[in-house]
Every structure is written in structure tokens, then in C-alpha cells.
């Protein structure tokens, strides 16, 4: 939905008379702050809600912590998946105040059943275990509209794969590969 809504405003921008020509501070967007859904890290198909931060401190170099917030924001007992990764942006198309990136990235996801406990559970998990972590791999398309010269509406829609060997005994998935997706909104600078 918000994709169309983006191709309106492309195709809307060749008709505009005046158009904000991005300058972000350092050169590059340095922030974002994005708020969704995701599916993934668990065998219920229920959309959840996440968060997700990006600093980038190198123009196509990012760092990226995604999740509920639970145990930290919330204490809320639903299953859920954290993603620490960095993110390299492969390719860019810039249209004036329009931007589409192609987002590749690396990282460690952690899935969980009810609250968070602290730290990361590599390896196989012990019976009884909440939660379980592992390397991940992920694809993003990312939509930027900057709406001023320093800040820039983004949408961001995510797919990618973990292996997490624990996640069978920690949340009840029928294989250590864990799929996941994920569609953020929100804003950077």
C-alpha cells in the first residue's frame, strides 16, 4: 500500500514546480527510526510489532537493531525476533527528492518465546530454553521521500533467513532455518 503511494508521489514529482533537493548533515542519512510489523521466528503466522533503529555511519554502511522492544520498551511475553545486523546499500537510484535502495545485510538474530532475558544463546538450545540465537542474512527495498532538505520519510520492506539451531527446542519451529519479513515506516535524517 504505502509502496503506491510512493509511485504516486514519483510520478507526481516530474509535474511539481518546486522540489526539495536533499542535504542531509553529513552528506549521507545518518538516522532512522522505523516503526512495523514482522512475521518470522516462530511458527505463528501473526503479524507482531517492531522497532527498528539505523545509524549509518559511513554513506552506504549501516547499523541496524530491530525487535519488539520486549524486556526493554515492553514487557511483553509474546514470541518475537531481534535483529543486530549491518547493512550495505548495493545499489541506489535517485530521482530529485526520491530515493530506492537495494539493501543488503549481515548480522545475528535472536528468536524468543515469551519475555527477553538478557544476552544472546548460541548453539543448541537445553530443553526448557526461551530463546535461541544465530547468524542472519536479509534483503531490503527502501523507499526514501525527502520531505526537506534534512529529513526524509522511509519505508523499508525486509525478507530474509537465520540459522539458529536452538530455535526448535526455544520456540517450536520444525527447522533451525528461520524465515523471516518485516515492512517499517518512518523517519531519518
Given amino acids: 500500500m ?3 503511494l510512493l ?5 507526481a514529482q516530474d509535474t511539481a514546480t518546486v522540489g526539495v533537493v536533499p542535504r542531509p548533515l553529513a552528506g549521507h542519512p545518518l538516522f532512522e527510526l ?15 510489532p517492531t522497532i527498528c533503529a539505523e545509524l549509518r555511519p559511513l554513506s552506504r554502511l549501516g547499523l541496524e537493531a530491530c525487535g519488539s522492544g520486549a524486556g526493554t520498551l515492553n514487557q511483553s511475553t509474546a514470541p518475537g525476533i531481534m535483529h543486530l545486523r549491518a547493512r550495505v546499500e548495493t545499489l541506489r537510484l ?3 527528492a526520491l530515493q530506492g535502495v537495494l539493501v543488503v545485510g549481515a548480522g545475528v538474530a535472536e ?3 515469551t519475555l527477553d532475558e538478557g544476552g544472546l544463546r548460541f548453539g543448541q538450545a537445553e530443553e526448557g530454553a526461551v530463546e535461541a540465537a544465530g547468524g542472519e542474512g ?11 532538505e534534512r529529513t526524509f520519510v522511509v519505508v523499508d520492506a525486509n525478507v530474509g533467513a537465520a540459522w539458529i539451531p536452538g530455535a526448535p527446542e526455544a520456540v517450536g519451529t520444525t527447522s533451525p532455518l528461520v524465515l523471516f519479513s518485516g515492512l517499517t515506516v518512518g523517519m531519518g535524517l
Fill in 2 to 4: 504505502i509502496t503506491l
Fill in 94 to 96: 535517485d530521482r530529485q
Fill in 138 to 148: 536479509s534483503l531490503s527495498a527502501q523507499g526514501r521521500w525527502w520531505v526537506h
Fill in 7 to 11: 509511485a504516486g508521489v514519483a510520478l
Fill in 111 to 113: 528468536v524468543q518465546r
Fill in 34 to 48: 522505523r516503526l512495523g510489523a514482522d512475521v518470522g521466528g516462530s511458527e505463528d503466522p501473526v503479524p507482531r
